[in-house]
């Protein structure tokens, strides 16, 4: 199953994360991946063209599927292996909705958090503002009250969707873990603090960890005032 498995992927991008995380958490080790070099372009190549026409990461593909979309690839996992390894979709209708509620307000959460982090990358340094940045960032700040809140609500030790890890903490940790990565203050965000240290310990995230984390383990300081 997993050698008819490939992935193209870039060390450190939340979307390439997720399904790396969803590939462990099937028990689907062994699939053919290859990394690549976003700052050399790589993602531009033909042979990423020829399945993902827009160039993204990551690019999957699994005998003649290919599913490029990082949320749609999680999706496509759990249903295609339903049976093999940790149920990802929750029986109960009320985790369910609550699963599928978090999961996709994750995109918000990750378009907030590339606004700041990126922000000078995709900007040009003449077109720079920081008025921009700061609404940005207050943008990000009123986003993560809204998660604390929701973490605060489930309790100590809990998942993203309740006691049981889902697709929401597939789909969303990534996002957590880039925040405290880019300094984001553990003492102003303690519940979020809380559960990126519960589950950075979980196998699959461990086996998952953005290797050039793992040779530079000291972040960044862009998030430590919002």
């Given at each position: 199953m997993a050698q008819d498995m490939l992935l193209y992927w870039g060390s450190g991008s939340a979307p390439c994360w997720r399904v790396m995380i969803a590939l462990e958490e099937k028990q689907l080790q062994g699939y053919n991946h290859k990394l690549l070099s976003f700052d050399k372009m790589e993602h531009k190549s033909p042979e990423v063209l020829n399945l993902n026409p827009r160039g993204q990461l990551p690019t999957f593909k699994h005998g003649d599927n290919i599913v490029n979309e990082s949320y749609a690839a999680c999706l496509y996992l759990e249903t295609q292996f339903k049976s093999q390894g940790n149920q990802l979709i929750p029986d109960s209708p009320a985790e369910m909705a609550l699963m599928y509620q978090r999961m996709f307000e994750g995109l918000t959460l990750n378009e907030k958090i590339n606004a700041v982090i990126y922000y000078e990358?995709?900007?040009?340094?003449?077109?720079?503002?920081?008025?921009?940045?700061?609404?940005?960032?207050?943008?990000?700040?009123?986003?993560?009250?809204?998660?604390?809140?929701?973490?605060?609500?489930?309790?100590?030790?809990?998942?993203?969707?309740?006691?049981?890890?889902?697709?929401?903490?597939?789909?969303?940790?990534?996002?957590?873990?880039n925040l405290f990565r880019y300094g984001l203050s553990a003492e102003r965000y303690p519940r979020l603090a809380e559960y990126h240290t519960l589950l950075k310990e979980r196998p699959s995230i461990i086996a998952s960890w953005p290797p050039h984390w793992q040779e530079n383990p000291k972040g960044q300081d862009t998030l430590n005032d919002v």
């Open positions: 990358y995709f900007v040009p340094e003449a077109e720079r503002l920081d008025s921009v940045l700061k609404r940005n960032k207050d943008a990000l700040a009123s986003e993560l009250k809204l998660w604390e809140g929701y973490l605060q609500k489930l309790g100590t030790e809990s998942c993203m969707a309740g006691q049981h890890f889902s697709l929401a903490d597939v789909t969303i940790f990534p996002n957590v873990a």
